[in-house]
């Protein structure tokens, strides 16, 4: 296999993995309106043609539009925005979902993440969006 093959293999993974990633995160957005019926606000850092780097909010209105700027900023510093307008205040805005984040490499067993997964859980309770845990490794 030659440098370049090999090339294309991780490219093509890191585009996989990063479409999956996409995906993961809107199955998860309230679903009362399509996300793409209002678009998406992505942040993306671009160079130029005169190769200056362009760091800015961009409103994407399709999985694939928001997929290419990723590739054009070479998976490098790409966010999805949570609120619809890049220049909203965040004054009187409720999240609809909360996403936890749980590595296991920080627990020292499977039953210690397992607990923290349901007192997670059980503190949802507390606030008005679902909790949705998303246990990495």
Known sequence: MNLGQI???????RERRVREGLRFIIKHL???????????WIFVSV??????KEQK??????????????KAANYLDCRIRAYHDPNDNYT??????????????????????????MKTRANQGET???IYPDVDG
Do not use: H
């Open 30 to 40: 309230d679903d009362s309106m399509p996300v793409w019926a209002l678009g998406m």
């Open 92 to 117: 009187n805005i409720a999240p609809s979902t909360c996403l936890v984040d749980l590595d296991r490499e920080y627990f020292s067993s499977d039953e210690e993440l397992e607990l923290c997964v």
């Open 128 to 130: 008005r969006c679902p």
């Open 7 to 13: 090339s294309q293999s991780t490219r093509s993974e």
């Open 47 to 52: 160079r130029t043609a005169s190769g200056k």
């Open 57 to 70: 909010f961009r409103l994407v209105k399709s999985e694939e539009e928001a997929l290419a700027w990723f």
